[in-house]
């Protein structure tokens, strides 16, 4: 019984060191991080949803704010084109009501073309993917 202690404590503090000392970077992060040329000088239409943010702004040539959603970073940053933005259930942002059809219009904050992927239609159109070079 005393080994398992021991030997769980160990486990512990190894897992203690191993995360205090690690930044978690997400998938958007190491877009910015290492995979922007695949999207640099094309036009975007991205598949989000509320939770899509940056971890932080270490990552950008320019910092940004804590917790950008990436929607923001790709409309901000001038090497790419987000031209449409494609929303489940809750919408890009997340605050539309749980089973409520979203109708199609612009976002908000940045005024990009939204479609709704959620109540009469599931998946993006021929149309909705017009002018669209890159779907993320």
């Known amino acids: 019984m005393k080994q398992q202690s021991t030997a769980f404590l160990i486990l512990l503090i190894a897992l203690f060191y191993a995360t205090s000392h690690t930044q978690v970077k997400t998938g ?14 094309k036009k975007v239409g991205l598949v989000t949803n509320h939770s899509a943010l940056l971890s932080n702004g270490a990552v950008f ?10 929607a ?11 031209v449409a933005l494609f929303g489940p259930e809750h919408g890009i942002r997340g605050d ?6 979203i109708a199609h219009g612009a976002d908000a904050k ?3 073309p939204t479609y709704s992927l959620y109540g009469t239609t599931y998946k993006p159109t021929d149309e909705m993917l017009e002018g669209i070079e890159v779907l993320m």
């Open 28 to 41: 958007a992060d190491l877009l910015f991080e290492k995979y922007f040329h695949l999207i640099e000088g």
């Open 110 to 112: 940045t005024g990009v």
């Open 61 to 70: 040539r320019h910092p940004v704010q804590r917790e950008k959603h990436l």
């Open 96 to 101: 539309a009501p749980d089973g409520k059809s």
């Open 72 to 82: 923001d970073a790709l409309f901000e940053d001038k090497r790419t084109q987000l």
